[in-house]
C-alpha cells in the first residue's frame, strides 16, 4: 500500500522569507502523480502544485516550486516569499495512474507565517 | 472551472437520527465520487469510493451500514450517517475526478457534522 509521509507536523517562516516543507512517500509504482494541497482554515482545499512522475523537470507555479527525487521517494515543496495568506495546513498527497484512482494524503504540515 | 456543491456546509443532530451529506458535480457527470473524514488537526482519510450504477466501495474499518454512501446520478453522490452518535462528529468532504485535469480533483467545501 502506497504511504505518504510528513515529518514535520509544524512550520514556521517569516513573511518574504522561504520555507520548505518536506514530503516521502512509498510505491512500487513506477509512473504516478503527486501533490501539494493547502488547506487554509475555510478548510477548503486548494491544489498548490503537481508533479507527474514521468517529469524529471521539477513542476513551478509562481512562489511555489517543489524538488522531486524519485529515486529517494521525496517531493519537497518550496515557497519563496512568503505571504500571510499562505498561513495553512499543507498536505502531500499521492495517487496512482489510471481512471480515479483515490488520493492518499500525509498527515499534514500547519505552516505560521509571522510578521 | 468544475465545481463541487455540498451541503450542508454545517449541521447538529441528535444522537441516534439520520443525517444526510450531498455532492452535486455542477457543469461536469462524476461516475466517481470520493467520500474522506477529516479529524481536528489530522489528515484526510478516505472511506469510500461511490461509482454511479454501483455498490460503493468502503475502505477498511469503515462500518458500511452505519455510512451508507448513494451515487444515485452522475451528479449526485449522498452519504448518510445512520443513527448517528457523538464520536461520529467530524468534518466530511467529497471529491470528484476533475473533469478538465486529467488527473486532478474537485473538492466540495465540506461539511462539520456535530452529533449532540
Known amino acids: 500500500a502506497q504511504t505518504v509521509t510528513q515529518s514535520q507536523p509544524e512550520m514556521s517562516v517569516q513573511e518574504a522569507e522561504t520555507v520548505t516543507l518536506s514530503c516521502t512517500y512509498d510505491t512500487s509504482e513506477s509512473d504516478y502523480y503527486l501533490f501539494w494541497y493547502k488547506q487554509p482554515p475555510s478548510r477548503q482545499m486548494i491544489l498548490v502544485i503537481r508533479q507527474e512522475a514521468y517529469k524529471q523537470q521539477n513542476a513551478t507555479e509562481n512562489r511555489f516550486s517543489v524538488n522531486f527525487q524519485k529515486a529517494a521517494k521525496s517531493f519537497s515543496l518550496k515557497i519563496s516569499d512568503s505571504q500571510l495568506g499562505d498561513a495553512a495546513m499543507y498536505f502531500c498527497?499521492?495517487?496512482?495512474?489510471?481512471?480515479?484512482?483515490?488520493?492518499?494524503f500525509g498527515t499534514g504540515t500547519r505552516l505560521q507565517v509571522t510578521l | 472551472g468544475a465545481v463541487v456543491s455540498q451541503h450542508p456546509s454545517r449541521v447538529i443532530c441528535k444522537s441516534g437520527t439520520s443525517v444526510k451529506i450531498e455532492c452535486r458535480s455542477l457543469d461536469f457527470q462524476a461516475t466517481t465520487m470520493f467520500w474522506y473524514r477529516q479529524f481536528p488537526k489530522k489528515s484526510l482519510m478516505l472511506m469510500a469510493t461511490s461509482n454511479e450504477g454501483s455498490k460503493a466501495t468502503y475502505e477498511q474499518g469503515v462500518e458500511k451500514d452505519k455510512f451508507l454512501i448513494n451515487h444515485a446520478s452522475l451528479t449526485l453522490s449522498t452519504l448518510t450517517v445512520t443513527s448517528a452518535h457523538p464520536e461520529d462528529s467530524s468534518f466530511y468532504i467529497c471529491?470528484?475526478?476533475?473533469?478538465?485535469?486529467?488527473?486532478?480533483?474537485?473538492f466540495g467545501s465540506g461539511t462539520r457534522l456535530t452529533v449532540v
Open positions: 471529491s470528484a475526478p476533475s473533469p478538465t485535469g486529467g488527473y486532478g480533483y474537485t
Open positions: 498527497a499521492y495517487r496512482r495512474t489510471g481512471t480515479a484512482s483515490k488520493l492518499t
